[in-house]
């Protein structure tokens, strides 16, 4: 008898035949003879339902009351699950994120867990009872809930799994696994049958939101064995692990697409020592994560600096730079979020330096102009226009996969 950690996300328990589906998971994995804990998400729609709800009250909503809100939906799905495992006759309890014991930090909308306190969870899981957990969220040390952030149900799972040394973490969602990009979007897309956590990692930093990217931080730093797949097929799915056999001839192992970037261009600094400084540290201060960065070659004195930050922090970098132009000095400030950044990941790429070329050649083919570049050893991003961003996917899948063939 093992513990299984099986976390289940919204499209899985959208409405009562797919909560009755997920209740038959769950109880069939119990009836093998495990233990279950079993993490559910918000049904469907709800939880930007719930946002759009609050915009017409109050578009400027604190964070606080939004985490009170967003917290509801995870609520709803997990009495509901456990009302349908009571009807099948087995021993259940529903436990909202601080009932399970969610510590948090205080960082309302996301929160990141501090520790999970086990022991309501161990009663009941002592006792043969199947628990079921409210996903995304937890309480801080003011006793307010707090959410993970958009995705973040994964996260409460892999802490779950983590903490009580669960023997599997199942992520069970709307495809049958982790693919070579988003199977909805990219024509010929193909199933992984094994992908290491680092360039699962990068793939669910870079915008694949299969795995919400924190869950693969915490699941390589405590080595859970992680496995994605669907609520619906009964196939076997994709396993996320530490060393993957080395059967692949692609040295890619996916491409993402990231939409949630803006771009800023800070037009006419100083061409003189400090102005990076003064530009970045600005924006630390405020919190604001910048990712890629480009800096021109000075020209009569000036020169121009670009970088990317995420969609929901452009006017306010706009409006702090302008704030603060007597001190950075520059000519103006342009942002945009018509753009996207388009990425692949593969940790076979360290050693073959054509990878970014061909990656280079496939925009080339499509006539896809691109506007910054950004590597490291596993991953290659570039920023295009936002029309032309799964145009981009596509060419540079076909790339890849036309000429290696799978390596799954
Ligand atoms: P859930 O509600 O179950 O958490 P999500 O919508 O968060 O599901 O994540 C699943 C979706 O992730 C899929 O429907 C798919 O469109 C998308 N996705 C993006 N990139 C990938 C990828 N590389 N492999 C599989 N799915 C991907
Ligand atoms: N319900 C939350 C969201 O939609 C958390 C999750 O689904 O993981 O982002
Ligand atoms: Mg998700």
Known sequence: MGLIVQKFGGS?????????NVARIITETYRRGHNVVAVLSAQGDT???LIAKAKEINPKASRREMDM???????????????????MGYPVVSLTGWQAGFKTDSSYSSARIKTV???????????RCIVIVTGFQGINKYDDITTLGRGGSDTSAVALAAILHADLCQIYTDVDGIYTADPRSVT?????????????????????????????????????NLEVL????????????????????SHVSGVAKDKNVARVAVVGVADEPGIAFKIFSLLAKHSINVD????????????????????????????????????????RVDVSDDIAKVSIVGAGMINNPGVAAQMFEA?????????????????????????DANRAVQAIHDKFYSEFGNRG
């Open 292 to 331: 890629l960065i480009l800096q021109s070659i000075g020209r009569n004195n000036t020169k121009d600096i670009s970088f990317t930050i995420s969609r929901k922090d452009m006017e306010a970098t706009k409006a702090l730079l302008e704030e603060r132009k007597d001190y950075i000095h520059f000519e």
């Open 230 to 249: 669907s609520s619906f097929t009964g196939k076997p799915g994709t396993k996320v692990k530490e060393v993957v056999k080395v059967v692949e001839k």
């Open 363 to 387: 925009l080339y083919s499509a006539n896809i102009n691109i506007h910054m570049i950004s590597t490291s050893e596993i991953k290659v991003s570039v920023l295009v226009d936002d029309d």
């Open 69 to 87: 809100l967003l917290s509801t939906g995870e609520q709803i799905s997990c009495s509901l699950c456990a009302m349908a495992i009571e009807a």
């Open 117 to 127: 306190q086990t022991e309501r969870l161990i009663t009941e899981l002592d006792k």
């Open 12 to 20: 899985s328990v959208a409405d009562a035949d797919k909560i009755r």
């Open 47 to 49: 939880t930007d339902d």
């Open 188 to 224: 010929g897309a193909r199933k992984l049958e094994e992908i290491t956590y680092d360039e699962m990692l990068e793939l669910a930093s870079l915008g694949a939101q299969v795995l919400h990217n924190r869950s693969v931080e915490m699941a390589k730093r405590y080595n859970v």
